[in-house]
């Protein structure tokens, strides 16, 4: 067990992106056991500078979060997000698996296809499974990209509408300007102003 941990640690180390254990698994000799390698690798890193973490259904190893901040660097951000695309990744992410036509509903404006399209890019979303409705409408959900970027094991892990108030990024008074159900999203950021923040985040 001493060597398949070994060898988790020399893959999970030079790969840039997390690793399954089905794909540690393909890569290691027959009969290794990687998820308990796994196991015994998390405990062995507790405590020290870098971690193995799990995100989403694979495994990385990060930076420990109190050392974040000796990595970071000043760099001109050249793509920021819409208000809408933030919006509509917000929805997607707290109740996934969702339609284009639920996020409508919440938001209480059309998507834009070029909202999504950005998203799906990004590549922190993609499409789920049809719903077993009329006309069968896919779905969208949040990708293994978005938990990483956000250092979350699962979706489950994002923070509630409580932390979210105390955090101070929520209120109950709708932006100024908000407008009414039913009104089409432009296509250009800087779009809509959209209901009350709170709905964002309420099953």
Known sequence: MG??????????????EPVTVRELEARMPHGSDPAEALMLLRTRYEGRGVRVV???????????????????????????????????????????PVT??????????????????QLLEMEWIR???????????????????????????????????????????LDNRPPPGAVALGVSEPEEDGEDEAPGQSELFED
């Open 3 to 16: 060597e398949q941990e070994r060898m988790v640690e020399a893959v999970l180390f030079a790969s840039a």
């Open 127 to 169: 499409f789920g499974r049809r719903k077993m409705t009329p006309g069968r409408p896919v779905t969208f959900v949040v990708t293994q990209d978005f938990l990483d970027q956000f250092g979350l094991e699962s979706a489950r892990d994002l923070p509630g509408l409580k932390e979210l108030r105390s955090a101070g990024l």
């Open 54 to 96: 799990r995100v989403g259904d694979a495994w990385a190893i990060r930076t420990a979060p109190d050392l974040g901040f000796l990595m970071q660097k000043e760099t001109v951000e050249t793509r920021k997000l819409s208000r809408a695309a933030i919006e509509t990744l917000a929805i997607i992410a707290y109740h996934q």
């Open 100 to 117: 284009r036509a639920e996020i409508e509903e919440i938001r209480g404006v059309s998507v834009s296809r070029g909202t999504v399209d």
